[in-house]
């Protein structure tokens, strides 16, 4: 039996060039690269330039992945737009990449979940596509983090940086079950109450500023394997696997402590693992399409593989979604 899948037909990436390193930032704050290091795997991020916005990366991300999956822009009905750093309050950096690459049709919109943000883009592209609303998506996740970081703030400024990846979402039709291609399944979950242990103090209807990123890192890490485990065990039920059946996981790159956490939870050695953050760092929404275009392109993840992902961020927010590419 056959159904309506959305399959991955493309990645791509981009990342500013200027690289800060963990001794650049002792020079900034009372830090090391060994503190770091130990802490959050992190060695070195990317940092946006002056005049580069978050549309500028997620423009360059998305022109990738449609040359990766042999399309253009007039083949896409569909952006969707994961970022907690848009150009402006509004309209959506979505319609910003359409506009510069030239695309005068379809629909384009941001999705606003934080570092949960690339998951639940995808899931939200997802349900355009089975439902027949879209045939081709681009999903994105951007961030210029270094914009809203508290530079004197050692405990987070350390944690973040810029960048964007992408995929080409398709309608396709494909076997019915875990056999078939496609997104399999998706599970997304929130929760409110912890709102004040990830946020940012700004915004434009609150204090009229942009604010700068606070964090409970303790707390933060003290939920986070539990609330991503809950995810991943409803998306392998959902759509009838097992840890086994899992060719990769590709986590969001918050810290490699959590990644490594639940990678044991689920027995899912080092080798099944996409990891990325030593050079990238947290780069929020961008931070597993980042993982999945260097994944691909240096040929781990390839046609036929089962592939988890799953991230948590602000608000908080935490989801997975499983796919055969």
Known sequence: ?????????????????????????????????????????????????????????????????????????????????????????????????????????????????????????????????????????????????SRILDWQDRTTCVLFGDGAGAVVLESSEEEDGPQGRGILGSQLRSEGQHKSKLYVDGGPGSTGTVGHLRMEGRDVFRHAVGMVSDVIDGVLSEVGLTPDDIDWFVPHQANKRIIDATARKFGWPDEKVVATIAKHGNTSAASIPLALDVACRDGRISKGDIVMLEAMGGGFTWGAVVVRW
């Open 1 to 145: 039996m056959k159904k309506t899948r959305s399959i991955v037909t493309g990645t791509g990436s981009f990342l500013p060039e200027r690289v800060l390193t963990n001794a650049d930032l002792a020079k900034i704050v009372e830090t090391s690269d060994e503190w770091i290091t130990q802490r959050t795997g992190i060695e070195e991020r990317h940092i946006a330039g002056e005049g580069e916005f978050t549309s500028h990366l997620a423009l360059k991300a998305a022109r990738a992945a449609l040359e990766s999956a042999g399309r253009t822009e007039a083949d896409i009905d569909l952006i969707v737009l994961a970022t907690a750093t848009p150009d402006n309050t509004f309209p959506a950096t979505a319609v910003a990449v359409q506009d510069m690459l030239g695309m005068h049709h379809g629909m384009a919109f941001d999705m606003q979940a934080v570092c949960s943000g690339f998951v639940y883009a995808m899931a939200t592209a997802d349900l355009f596509i089975t439902a027949g609303r879209a045939r081709r998506a681009l999903v994105i996740g951007a961030e210029t983090f």
